[in-house]
């Protein structure tokens, strides 16, 4: 343990000094209000060069619902853009794609303000292609920033991917054609499988599981400093537990514990959890919201934060272990 820890402690400092290189960000993407844009401190994304806000908007819990008299996501977006989120998190199953769908009315006018990053859950050459093309109408844009391979489970077959008609194939054909600028891959069920994937074919960037539950220590002592040293952008999920946030202070539990739910006896509040993530050698953490309300709350904790020291990781991994 200590040999993994002293290990994962020297690659994130690699880490979190290659972070310190000037992205191209501020030529990328347009603001409507710079000042605004100073509430969320930009972080490279890996090796891509690109800055991101520290805070990304996912595309789940609110954003996956379709809009009603009780229920404006297309505002949630809106309002995440004009207080400096600028990292949109969907996927085309996130509710059959209403998810893409929401994003896809502001992306229509606001475009060039967003990186945009969304998932195929095929693994061959044809079906990518399909769902890429199905994924651009919905978000009614040409073109995603980040296109990532979602959820690489504990069986996944590596193999399959490089064939000819695999997923990789597809992903660097589109890359290509310009259709996307980077390439990545998620999963929270295998931090081993991820470590294979990350060692077999070259990803820029890294979407998985980063919270202080005993469970998800792989993915922070074995597949972080990997994914350091590939110089990846790190994306963290899952901050607050999944699903309705079961880690914070309040929220009920989970009646079983599903691989996406990281439940605990022990619960602490939101700033903690967000503080905990960032502190991390990560570039940005996904958080869903349910409301306006919950969207200000998340952007004015990471806004005024010091992310937390090793002794206070540490403190609150052994708390929720």
């Known amino acids: 343990m200590k040999m993994r820890r002293r290990k994962f402690l020297k690659l994130a400092a690699a880490c979190a000094a290659g972070s310190q290189v000037a992205g191209v960000g501020a030529s990328d993407l347009t603001f409507r209000d710079t000042g605004l844009r100073q509430k969320l401190r930009p972080r490279s994304l890996g090796k891509t060069g690109v800055e991101v806000s520290s ?73 990518t292609m399909r769902s890429i ?17 979602h959820g690489v489970s504990a069986g996944e077959d590596l193999d399959a991917w490089g064939k000819p008609r695999g997923v990789i194939a597809a992903l660097h054909k589109l890359r290509d054609e310009k259709v996307i600028r980077f390439i990545g891959l998620t999963g929270h069920e295998s931090a081993a499988r991820l470590q294979q994937a990350i060692e077999r074919y070259e990803f820029d960037t890294l979407l998985t599981t980063l919270n202080p539950v005993a469970r998800r220590q792989p993915f922070r002592e074995d597949l972080l400093p990997m994914a350091c040293g590939k110089r990846m952008g790190i994306i963290a999920m899952k901050v607050m537990g999944g699903g309705n946030g079961c880690l914070v202070t309040g929220n009920p539990l989970q009646q079983v514990l599903r691989p996406y739910h ?39 904790i990471v806004r005024s934060m010091n992310p937390m020291t090793l002794a206070e990781r540490q403190e609150l991994e052994t708390a929720m272990a």
């Open 55 to 127: 805070l990304a908007l996912g595309g789940v819990i609110g954003m996956q619902l379709p809009p009603s008299d009780s229920h404006d996501p297309v505002a949630i977006a809106e309002t995440a853009l004009d207080l400096g989120i600028s990292y949109f998190d969907t996927s085309p199953d996130y509710n059959n794609g209403q998810s893409e769908t929401n994003y896809g009315q502001v992306l229509a006018r606001r475009r060039k303000e967003v990186f945009l990053a969304t998932k195929t859950n095929d693994r061959t050459y044809d079906g």
């Open 262 to 300: 990281d439940q605990t006896a022990h619960q602490v509040k939101a700033p903690s959890l967000l503080r905990y993530t960032l502190g991390l050698p990560v570039s940005i953490a996904v958080v869903g919201v349910a409301t306006i309300e919950q969207l200000k709350a998340n952007i004015e």
């Open 133 to 149: 093309e199905q994924s651009l109408k919905r978000l009614r844009t040409e073109r995603v920033d980040l296109l990532q391979i």
